[in-house]
């Protein structure tokens, strides 16, 4: 089906999501939300799929939610709406998603790239939680993630000041994993996102599935879960493949069994 608001396609085994409302620097409308949801389910339920990458354009990856769509709303609209509450669909995707990160990633955008398991940012990347300033305040989970990845201190300034910060300041606090040069950024998010897709898909979900469990639970509680999913993988024909491979010197063939 034809996107309105984004470019989906595949590269080999990658699934590839381009915001694409260039005019509106990329402010996530409704129609987007409901759509980056569909396309990554499709990408879920596409089995030559095995890791998605969900970019922008160079100037904004996504100024935020669009304000203009917001601007008259009350809360009843949004309570029924469940304004916010679209978001589930991005997370529900179990296949790993790697934000490339350019120039403007704000409120809703910054909160999209949180939602992502790896963000790579350019040099021109700034991230930040405007919402403050139009008298709200995130609404997509930021104050959540973006604590969770950056600590209480870093969030709580970005927060309640709704100053941006940089790629470097942005790696240095532990949300951005790479900071690329803007014009290798797709290219090595593609790079990244079709390694992962080589790996067994049963390994990279379990992988992906435990550091996430590491955000919910206690340390005592996730090494539980860790081993039984480690443990669990024993039962696939890859981790046979996988090992068999090293010992014989050759590349593994993973076959998703
Ligand atoms: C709607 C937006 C927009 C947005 C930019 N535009 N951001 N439209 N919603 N979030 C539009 C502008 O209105 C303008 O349209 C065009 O994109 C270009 O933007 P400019 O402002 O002219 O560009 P520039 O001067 O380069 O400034 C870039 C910017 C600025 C610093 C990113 O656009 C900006 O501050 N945008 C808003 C950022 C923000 O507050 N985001 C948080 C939203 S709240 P025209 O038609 O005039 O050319 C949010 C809440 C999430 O995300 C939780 C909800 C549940």
Known sequence: APFETLIVETRGGVGLITLNRPKALNALN?????????????????????????????????????????????????????????????????????????????GGGAELAQMCDIVFASETAKFGQPEITLGIIPGFGGTQRLTRAVGKAKAMDLVLTGRMMDAQEAEKSGLVSRIVPAEKLLDEALEAAAKIASFSRAAVLAAKEAVDVAAEVGLSEGARFERRAFQALFATEDQTEGMAAFVEKRKPEFRNR
Not at 44 to 68: L, M, P, Y
Not at 81 to 97: F, M, N, S, Y
């Open 30 to 106: 409704a129609t987007m939300i409901r759509e980056l949801g569909e396309a990554l389910a499709a990408f879920e339920a596409n089995e030559a799929v095995g890791a998605v990458v969900i970019t922008g354009s160079d100037k904004a990856f996504a100024a935020g939610a669009d304000i203009r769509e917001m601007a008259d709303k009350s809360f009843s609209d949004v309570y029924l709406a469940d304004l916010g509450g679209g978001w589930r669909r991005v997370v529900e995707c179990r296949k790993p998603r790697i934000a490339a990160v350019s120039g403007y990633a704000l």
